[in-house]
């Protein structure tokens, strides 16, 4: 298997409530592959997609049973410490979770996470090494 | 935030049996950035991590307690169904758990699913319409 991927799809509880998180919150735009039971975000050489919880197992033939944590984060680099308060601030005047308020974390950058609909861990981090 | 991310990092139990399974089974390359604490695979313009599970809940400050499904899928596309046939047959000779054996899929395509040591669903798919 080649060092890639394609799609990262996050199973949702209310599609249109995710919808409106990744596009009203986030202020993303979906693309042109998203379908009423499907929606896409093209992302940096990936693709997001949000699809009903459900129907993801149910494609995956798994029990959609699970709770606690997912045991996984995704995480987006912000250009300087500043970005990542700005990020969080403007998230948080739009009614999100945030999880952690940014910090100097222990690996020498400046971090922070909020949740999604679904309690999927967004890190939104400054990272002086990259 | 822009439409992107940069990494997604999978919270695992034992550190040394998912590198063992990244590096042995799908035979990938860790990145110069990967310490004893964390490895790093540089794929497509983004990194997977893996980090043990209870650090990651730690980092966001959440309880680590979860199970059952998690919710989300990672998808690996093919150059053809031969392709997909190919590289689950190669896994399963390796051991790999195949959770769906390849098959012609509703939304026209061609897919399978296999998991890794910590159940992280992968989507081994051929999408005709890409």
Known sequence: MEQ???????GVKDLQKSIDFYEN???WKPSEMSTKEIVFYQLNGIHLSLYP???LAKDAEVDPAGNGFKGFTISYNAKSEKDVDEIID???KKGVNIIKEP???FWGG???YFSDP???LWEVAFNPFL
């Open 25 to 27: 919150k986030l202020g």
């Open 53 to 55: 919880l459900k129907e």
């Open 90 to 92: 403007a998230l948080r």
């Open 103 to 105: 910090q100097k974390v």
């Open 118 to 120: 679904d309690d999927n």
């Open 4 to 10: 890639r991927l394609t799609f990262i799809t996050l």
């Open 110 to 112: 400046y971090s922070s």
